[in-house]
């Protein structure tokens, strides 16, 4: 099973190269207990399946000679709590099985009356960078009560985007935010409208964010369920950190992509 593994990553990456900025070697591996997940993968094969998974794609990209980054993804870590503190345990550990990450993606899926602050947010990232990791905000998506939210949960949105946004701005090893598609129809929690963009970017025609970040509809790749462990996704429009401020590209490095 775990050839199996290695064979996926290694026919994955020699595939698609550097076309990606970033792989999520794997995703969600930890519970929210801040336990192992008891998936298929690691009720079969224990932590093996973590290091065989890491050590692949390692190995694939020196012997490629490919600059694409290596990440850990998760939810429910955006500030200091016992699953983000597990997950940061789990990453210093890698190294002692001569395992390289190069970054941490932070899911990031917030609701409309969420009260991390960003400073709370800071605080939690910097423990990562810390340790030499570039972070990433891989999932953005801020969810209402319903499909057809109130004007005031409407309203209280875009904040949570700009308080989380803001965040990648005052880290310094945080090289983008990852808005997760860009409308509702085509989302996974398309009944609670978690992105509005087209209301929080351009209502009655008109810009609606101002200040922190520069507002602009997202490019998505694709819309689908969060997966765990080992697939394939590719992500969406990505806005990288920039001294003006945040602002989106559109090049072809700005590609996250998962197993």
Known sequence: MLSALENHITKVMTHFGDSCYAWDVANEVMGDNAQMRESFWYTTTGMEFLQTAFKTANSVKKSLGLKTKLYYNDYNTNVVNPKSTAVLNMIKGLPDAGITVDGVGFQSHFGFS???????QVEN???F????????LTELDVTASSSSPSSDEQAQQPNVYKNTISTCKQVEKCVGVTIWGYDDNYSWLSTKAPRRLRD?????????????????????????????DTVIQRLAHQFRVRSAGLIPRRTEQDKHARF
Not at 114 to 120: G, Y
Request: neutral net charge; aromatic residues 6%.
């Open 200 to 228: 929080i970017v351009r209502p009655n025609g008109a810009p609606r964010c101002t200040g922190v970040f520069i507002c602009r509809a997202a490019a998505a790749a694709g819309a689908s369920p969060t997966f765990h």
């Open 129 to 136: 960078t810390a340790l030499g990791l570039e972070i990433a």
């Open 125 to 127: 990232y910097e423990r």
């Open 114 to 120: 969420d009260q991390a602050s960003a400073s709370e």
